[in-house]
């Protein structure tokens, strides 16, 4: 079983930046593709940014230029750089995982975070 502990939402003035990490543990073997989500109030969750093993990077147009994500595959542990915020940013933020067990090193099973909440207001 897999495990994602999220960190690094709260209260932020617009204009200002904030960082969301993500940490993997547990029955890993390997994590393929990592991406952050987010869900607004009355709203359907949606993609804000995916990275795969090798480091390719795909945005929502919402962010691009403003955010960015990165990864530390030692660390099994996804980040979010977040600039520049806006008042539409406000949401829950989810951490998204594809990984592998030892018992099914093959098998990628997708797996969230609990969510942490970001709220941008003055």
């Known amino acids: 079983q897999v495990q994602l502990v999220e960190s690094g939402g709260g209260l932020v003035q617009p204009g200002g930046s904030l960082r969301l990490s993500c940490a993997a543990s547990?029955?890993?073997?390997?994590?393929?593709?990592m991406g952050w989500y987010c869900q607004a109030p009355g709203k359907q969750r949606e993609l804000v940014a995916t990275?795969?093993?090798?480091?390719?990077?795909n945005y929502a147009d919402s962010v691009k230029g403003r955010f960015a994500i990165s990864r530390d595959n030692a660390k099994n542990t996804v980040y979010l750089q977040m600039n520049s915020l806006k008042p539409e940013d406000t949401a829950v933020y989810y951490c998204?995982?594809?990984?592998?067990?030892?018992?099914?090193?093959?098998?990628?099973?997708?797996?969230w975070g609990q969510g942490t909440l970001v709220t941008v207001s003055s």
């Open positions: 990275i795969s093993r090798g480091g390719n990077t």
């Open positions: 998204n995982v594809w990984s592998s067990s030892w018992s099914k090193p093959h098998e990628y099973l997708e797996v």
């Open positions: 547990g029955n890993i073997f390997r994590i393929n593709a």
